[in-house]
C-alpha cells in the first residue's frame, strides 16, 4: 500500500524523464486525473489516457511526457509540497508563484484542483499539493 499516492505519481515521472521514458504509467484515482489535466493544460506534457483492465475495474492513468526539441524535458523539477505528515495550507492572497510565474503551484481547494494562478483570481485558497517547473 502507497501512503502518499500524489508523491508516487511524482517520483514515477521524474524517473521516466531521467531515463528519457515517452509514457509513465500509474494507478489512476481522481486526484491524480486532476492533476494530469493541469499539467496538460499548462503544456507539461502531451496528453493523458485512462486506461481500464479486463475483467477487473484496476483504472490505469498513462501520462506522455512532452520533450524540447533536442531532447531535453519540458518539466524542470516537479516537488511535492504538502505531505500527509505535514499539510500545507495557503490562503489565497499567499498562493506562492513558482519562479517568478513561470512554474505552476497545483492546488486543491473548495472548488475543486486547480493552479495557483487560477486560485489566486478565483480568491480561493486550499492545500498546495505541488509545484512545477
Do not use: Q, W
Not at 531515463?19 to 504509467?25: E, I, L, M, T
Not at 489535466?37 to 506522455?64: P, V
Not at 489566486?120 to 499539493?129: M, W
Amino acid at each position: 500500500m502507497i501512503t502518499d499516492p500524489i508523491s508516487d505519481m511524482l517520483t514515477r515521472m521524474r524517473n521516466a524523464i531521467g531515463a528519457r521514458h515517452s509514457k509513465v504509467d500509474v494507478p489512476a484515482s481522481r486526484l491524480k486525473i486532476e492533476i494530469a489535466r493541469i499539467l496538460k493544460e499548462e503544456g507539461y506534457i502531451t496528453n493523458y489516457s485512462i486506461k481500464t483492465a479486463e475483467g477487473t475495474n484496476i483504472r490505469t492513468l498513462r501520462i506522455f511526457l512532452r520533450y524540447g526539441p533536442k531532447g531535453e524535458s519540458v518539466i524542470s523539477e516537479l516537488k511535492r509540497v504538502s505531505r500527509p505528515s505535514l499539510r500545507v495550507y495557503v490562503p489565497s492572497g499567499e498562493i506562492p508563484k513558482v519562479l517568478g510565474g513561470l512554474g505552476v503551484s497545483i492546488l486543491s481547494t473548495s472548488k475543486g484542483v486547480m493552479t495557483g494562478k487560477l486560485a489566486r483570481k478565483s480568491n480561493v485558497g486550499g492545500e498546495l499539493l505541488c509545484s512545477v517547473y
